[in-house]
């Protein structure tokens, strides 16, 4: 596991398998000050060809447009190298899932009750 920290927000990387989703457990905000963290981490893995990702988002207090946009960004990369690649998100707090849904962007990131629920939408183990 790697863990990465950056003012305001910790970053927790597991990878679930080789072949499975890596999990990105966010803690904290996820603003124009530590999303280009999370860009980069996400850039990082799939340079190092990871296709799926599964960001658990229990303890993310705070998402905007900046958190979106980088999002939007690897999820439009991912479409264009592999169509079975994703983003998904799990246990999003209330106001993390307001963000998502009225921005319209809950048909291209799937919000998931639990982890277990994301692992198994995204092909993972459970």
Known sequence: M???THTGCL???ECISDSGPVVLSLKGRLDSTTSELLETQ???LYAEGHRCFILA???LNYLNSAGL???????????QHTPSGGIHLAEARSHVRDVVQLSGLDGLFPLHASLAEA???AGGTI
């Open 2 to 4: 790697l863990v990465l």
């Open 11 to 13: 970053v927790m990387i």
């Open 42 to 44: 996400l850039r990082t």
């Open 57 to 59: 988002c229990a303890e």
């Open 69 to 79: 946009r980088v999002l939007m960004a690897v999820r439009k990369t991912l479409a």
């Open 119 to 121: 692992r198994a939408a």
